[in-house]
DNA sequence: GCAAAACCTATGACTAGCGATAGGTTTTTC
DNA sequence: GAAAAACCTATCGCTAGTCATAGGTTTTGC
């Protein structure tokens, strides 16, 4: 079956159906069961594109190990990496260690990187002041690609492709070519794994937060005290933590640790820091009181 | 020029080269001038593949609407909304409504929608309770395939695809055929807007917060005092404190709703809502004191 | 247009919890 | 062994949370 090359006229959505051929992409995960045949063909995926061998963190912020549905760890059973370095699973921030996972904090793309630098898409310079020095020591591998990817509740994964014996140390003609399936196939394990081992995260019923508990609320996320945020938005204290209070009923939350913790995991909050400007007026006003 | 087809084999890797034939995606983002020309080319997109009409928002937690270069409107400039219909601007939670809003916020992949239901790859029952009654009024389309953006900082984008000018409400053959490449396409275009549109997000000093930070971290942002913290990791109140605080000082955060706030945004709590489990024992220890 | 629901604003008193500070000890790492 | 990390005790002032109450405005649905 021959499919037909696109020009660059505009025919380019058309080629998508040789995207994912096929009802199913084999590295989508269903069920629990799903996980190491999932894991064989991502693993397979990698070596057939470039000799990848993959190291795949679920969650940056967990020390678990990603494992089958019989408990097997996947970087030994699955992904190829030696049992003798197994010491990474107690501490799998060493292998996506601090370079790596720092970038994937700050990076929504895949990225490539050695120790001379973070490669990405376009550049961020949020990635510059990443200490790359002790490089290959932390990641085992003379450059990789990196796919960071962000999920729902806050949760980021990170999943990258070393090369797999062989000293390779630029990979930016791999990452031309192969970085969008990489992500791919990496996010869809990824996605499925996630969904499938997790417990059932918590959700609020139906819960639609005001403007105004919006606003009180970002305003706290960024550090401003009750009586600060009232001199901010001109109401008084207790109608600000009225509305705080409000937001934290609605999100079921029990204090305003939980319930910025809420409002920032299901995307309440947005990128907040960045817009919120300092009042100097009102900060002098504080300091007079 | 011809692509082979791949066969189910393990040769998908190999036909990933014609995913983004030549090295520029229409659809990316550079600079802002880039906007208009990258919007448009996602319009054309769109309406190739299923004839549907785009309606993006860059952070559902901004009101902002998403403008080119010069501040134009891309809903009505590019993406074909009739300017009288632009009340939606002022309300962007309306079109991307209430429904899909929700949804983007607990689901990682594409889905479709109708007023039927909530259609995703795989099940998702944290979507069940979404009350879609007054769909087509909130979302005015008949059905609508969305593509859920989960960034860096907590940001969440919603990208969704209507039919144009047409009363369709099953969208599951097109979700099938097309939904891979309208989310490629989708998160490459927001991921290059937040880019270029956001002012400097805020970023520590190359902070590396400890376990013990994290842990501690983790009870307070689900709620617990420093009290019950402490007894849950049978530690003093004050270690507890030392703890958060040294967190504080790495997150550059002036008190524990900043703190947490940051923590979240990086990815340093993962999904921990899930996972922390309650202590009954602590619990009735602190209600005996 | 009207009623109900949702949202907004405010008060005051009290207490629990947090933040800052100070100083010290113990454990771990190199 | 030294330095860093982790842990501990204590105090005090400030902030957040609670409670009960009151009233006004805007939005929504019929």
């Known amino acids: 079956m021959l499919v037909a090359a696109r020009s660059d006229n505009g025919d380019a959505a058309k080629t998508a159906t040789d995207f994912r051929m096929g009802r199913q992409v084999p590295t989508a995960i269903q069920t629990a069961a799903d996980i190491r045949p999932a894991a064989e063909a991502l693993r397979d995926i990698a070596r057939d594109l470039g000799n990848f061998r993959v190291a795949a963190c679920a969650n940056i912020a967990s020390r678990s190990p990603m494992t089958d549905a019989d408990g097997n760890v996947l970087a030994s059973g699955v992904f190829g990496w030696p049992a003798t370095k197994e010491q990474w699973w107690q501490k799998p921030l060493l292998a996506l260690s601090s ?9 929504n793309e895949p990225f490539w990187a050695n120790a001379h630098g973070i490669h990405t898409r376009a550049p961020n310079p949020l990635l510059d002041q990443i200490d790359l020095s002790l490089f290959q020591g932390e990641v085992n591998a003379n450059a990789v690609i990196c796919v960071p990817v962000h999920m729902s509740f806050g949760q980021i ?17 791999e990452f031309d070519l192969y970085s969008d399936q990489l992500e791919y196939h990496a996010r ?8 499938v081992s997790s417990q059932r995260p918590w959700i609020p019923k139906n819960c639609r937060l005001s403007k105004r508990e919006v606003e009180c609320l970002r305003w706290a996320a ?43 995991q299901l995307g309440y909050l947005g990128n907040v820091a960045a817009v919120m400007v300092p009042h100097p007026q009102i900060e002098a006003q504080v300091a007079a009181k």
């Open 188 to 195: 869809r394990f990824v996605h499925g794994y996630t969904r």
């Open 99 to 107: 370079p790596l996972t720092f970038a994937c904090r700050y990076e």
């Open 157 to 173: 994964a990170a999943i990258s492709f070393s090369p797999f014996n062989d000293k390779r140390d630029d990979l930016s003609k």
């Open 222 to 264: 960024v550090g401003k005290t009750d009586v600060e945020i009232a001199l901010i938005l001109e109401r008084s204290c207790a109608t600000v933590r009225f509305h705080i209070h409000n937001a934290a009923i609605k999100l079921e939350a029990v204090n305003r640790s939980q319930t910025v913790f809420k409002a920032t």
